[in-house]
């Protein structure tokens, strides 16, 4: 006795659909222990160097790895928002 003829194409076509699907849950379940909590995510805290002033309120040193300083969004001019938009895609706009 012959399978009918639609068994095949059917059966291709459910493997090509459940594939990706099972694919994606494999790598859901491999990644998803390795994640950090979203605590820690949440957290941030740059690092920030150490600045010496005088008395005067001069700064006089900075000692750390990183040089940086945290600024507001809001701070932040529309140009240089507009140049790391570019720089990142662009095809953004």
Excluded at 4 to 25: E, F, H, K, M, T
Excluded at 63 to 73: D, M, N, P, S, Y
């Amino acid at each position: 006795m012959s399978s009918p003829r639609w068994l095949l194409p059917v059966s291709l076509a459910l493997a090509v659909l459940l594939l990706p699907a099972i694919l994606l849950g494999m790598a859901v379940m491999l990644t998803y222990p390795s994640l950090p909590s979203l605590e820690v995510l949440t957290d941030y805290r740059p690092k920030i160097p150490l600045r010496v002033y005088s008395a005067e309120g001069v700064l006089l040193s900075e000692f750390g790895e990183e040089r940086r300083a945290l600024v507001k969004i809001a701070d932040v001019p529309d140009i240089m928002k507009n140049v790391i938009l570019a720089a990142e895609d662009d095809r953004f706009y």
